[in-house]
């Protein structure tokens, strides 16, 4: 089975890269919005035309063309969503906002040598790209080299930082699915998670809403295109670069330990449309972590072999007893955090019983699928 990751690595490209970094950028949303204004919505009528353009806006000859085509590419695909009622018409991209672009890896032979345009050295700590050449990296420290095909690249400025994301396809092969361990998780915006093990992550991740609110009345009292301006509006940005980084390397930390400790992972199926709507964490952090979660751990089974179950979302996995599955309405409150079963007395703590009614849920779920598998020839 062919499988795609991507890898994230910080970029310091030096003056003259840095320089072209940000020319290509610039050139690629250039070329976006002049189709877009000259309402050119098929990509190869479009790629046609960049020779005879850049004979007008030399700027264009300096940069990786390979970007441009796909900035192309871009603008049909967001015609296209238009086309099919799956978002709204094209809009221009403005600076400061869409400041990223992408190149493939291109194979190409020389006098009987292979060679590709985006090469990765993790020994040397660089990677190659078209243009401008080797540029350092850091990042994946543990990793000493990459056994993979590499696709392509983003290449991304935030908050006056360098960032490239890499995209490579591997064969993994599938072994037969041998489940050992199955975990039920209960997932909570305010706790987080709790696992049928009694195992209770908090998200750590405290959003200081103070400073952000202190950074915005600055930026209201400087002058449009000041100094101070720029200075403020880096630190904003800086400030929720910081939080998303946390909010990654925590989620990262999560999913892992549950891929390698689990076969199985059991979570409730939620509603996270609505949830989007209801809470306050949709306010200052667009993503949600619950949302994000099943994402994660969604790709990550495929990847490891192992097995994610969606529990229906309406199963009343806070109200049943995990013990005797007697239905307690009354635990509906939220409030409630233990109850003692009026059936058989158990005490419960209401994540854990959750959890745990999940896990169960989950493992009735994976039989069936298996009894199905057995039963169809
Ligand atoms: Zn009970």
Redesign the pocket.
């Known amino acids: 089975m062919k499988i795609y990751k991507s890898y994230k690595f910080r970029m310091y490209p030096n003056k003259e890269q840095e320089e072209l970094i940000n020319k290509t950028i610039g050139s690629c949303r250039f070329i976006y919005n002049y189709f877009l204004d000259k309402k050119v919505s098929n990509a190869y009528s479009g790629i046609k035309l960049i020779p005879e353009l850049s004979k007008e806006k030399t700027f264009l000859k300096e940069v990786d063309s390979c970007a441009l085509r796909n900035s192309v590419f871009n603008l049909e695909d967001a015609y296209k969503r238009y086309y099919k009622n799956l978002g709204g018409f094209p809009k221009f991209k403005i600076r400061g906002i869409h400041n990223s672009y992408k190149t493939n890896n291109i194979k190409s032979t020389y006098k009987g040598k292979y060679n590709n345009s985006i090469k990765l050295n993790l020994k040397n700590k660089t990677i190659t790209l078209p243009k401008l050449k080797e540029v350092l990296i850091r990042g994946y420290r543990n990793k000493k080299n990459f056994n993979v095909v590499i696709k392509s690249a983003v290449i991304r400025k935030g908050a006056n930082k360098y960032y490239v994301s890499v995209l490579t396809e591997e064969d993994i092969i599938i072994q037969p699915f041998k489940p050992n361990r199955i975990v039920g998780i209960d997932l909570e915006i305010k706790e987080l998670l709790v696992t049928s093990h009694n195992e209770k992550i908090k998200n750590t991740i405290k959003f200081n809403e103070k400073r952000l609110k202190g950074l915005q009345s600055g930026l209201s009292r400087c002058k449009s295109g000041s100094k101070n301006r720029y200075k403020i509006k880096l630190k904003i940005q800086r400030l929720f670069m910081k939080i998303k980084n946390a909010r990654k390397f925590l989620l990262h930390t999560i999913t892992n330990k549950l891929i390698k400790e689990n076969d199985i992972i059991a979570v409730e199926n939620l509603d996270v449309k609505s949830m989007r709507q209801n809470h306050y964490i949709a306010k200052c952090l667009t993503e949600n972590p619950i949302a994000e979660i099943i994402r994660v751990l969604n790709y990550k089974t495929n990847w490891n072999n192992k097995k994610l179950i969606e529990v229906d979302r309406y199963y009343p996995s806070s109200q049943l ?1 995990s ?4 239905q307690n309405k009354y635990v509906k409150n939220l409030s409630i955090r233990t109850w003692q ?1 009026p ?4 005490i419960h703590d209401r994540d854990l019983n959750a959890a745990i009614n999940i896990m169960l849920e989950g493992l009735k779920i994976y039989i069936k699928t298996c009894e199905r598998e057995i039963m169809t020839p």
């Open positions: 007893c013990v005797c599955s007697y079963c059936q058989c007395g158990h």
